[in-house]
């Protein structure tokens, strides 16, 4: 399927991208000042995972973790799953479905050029969630 909107049309350029030994604080205090849900970690081998607003949630705050004595590369997701600018939203949408991810960072080469995010697919096309394969992909 295809939606005609490209991923590079619809992503946000608006991206943090920071060292894996930053601290989990100012990485959270960095994405609550530009009003984003996540921050690309990259170090000397490139770009590595991300940080999301989930992770924080999930591996602090319910785990009664002192986000002060952890680095960003203690609880970010990893390996980093990404998109190229060029494809088609619908294939976001089934990468975001198949590892139950709610932002994609869009990869050109070795260079983070922007992320997507579930709520920008829904904005655009919000039918897309009925899909019987990203239903699936979530379910499991």
Known sequence: ????????????????????EVSVTVCAQKMNDKKIGSAIVSGTEGVVGILTEQDITRK????????????????MSAPLIS??????VYDAMVVMGKHNIR??????????VGIVSLLDIIKIEPALLELEEFKESMAE
């Open 83 to 88: 998109i190229e600018p060029d494809k088609d």
């Open 60 to 75: 602090i705050v319910a785990a009664i973790q002192n986000p002060n004595d952890l680095q960003v590369e203690d609880i």
């Open 1 to 20: 399927m295809q939606t005609n909107y490209k991923v590079e049309a619809i992503m946000s350029e608006n991206v943090i991208v920071i060292e894996p």
């Open 103 to 112: 932002h994609l960072p869009v990869i050109r080469g070795d260079v983070v």
